[in-house]
């Protein structure tokens, strides 16, 4: 994830057809990797939209996409082959209950939404607090500062966490 970052940053700075390709690679190894990449794409897609439209006029976008595609293509036809079957396995595994049982219901999903951002939370617990501690030992360091360049924040936002709303919402979403 973040190498797949830090070339869409790059990309989307320096407007590089090399650096476009090695986004869309990087794009694709990840899609190979773990499935879960869709959901910081998702992220990215929302900060084209919401700050670097232009992209969507230039070539660079498209030839990362083809690239990625392409690079994907034999794993998407063994998908369809085999009926989606890691997809099948994923929803059943989010509709499972507490007794391991199969019994989808929306309290059940609703349930392991929160339980899944509590998670995440208290796995944050040392990042906050190492921010604290940067934030008292520096006073130019925090929100005000990304106030000051809104790109950056809605960056920050859309790559950082759109991905875990999605994330954790994808057990209501699969009900």
């Known amino acids: 994830w973040p190498v797949l970052v830090y070339y ?13 390709v090695i986004f869309g690679g990087v ?12 959901f910081l794409l998702l992220g990215i897609f929302l900060y ?66 929160l339980r899944f951002y509590a998670e995440q939370f208290l796995a944050l617990i040392p990042c906050f607090i190492l921010y604290l501690l940067l934030i008292l030992k520096e006073k130019k360091v925090g929100f005000k500062n990304i106030k000051e360049n809104k790109k950056d924040g809605i960056f920050i936002l859309s790559i950082g966490l759109a991905p875990l709303v999605i994330t954790g919402l994808a057990g209501l979403i699969t009900l």
């Open 48 to 113: 084209l939209l919401l700050c670097e439209r232009k992209c969507f006029k230039k070539k660079g976008l498209y030839i990362a996409f083809i690239v990625g595609f392409i690079l994907i293509l034999p794993h998407l036809l063994w998908l369809y082959q085999n009926d989606f079957f890691p997809f099948d396995y994923y929803v059943g595994k989010v509709q499972l209950d507490g007794n391991g049982k199969n019994t989808p219901n929306y309290l059940t999903g609703i349930l392991s939404c």
């Open 27 to 38: 794009a694709a190894l990840c899609f190979l990797a773990k499935y879960q990449i869709i």
């Open 8 to 20: 869409f940053y790059k990309s989307i700075k320096f407007d590089k057809l090399k650096d476009w």
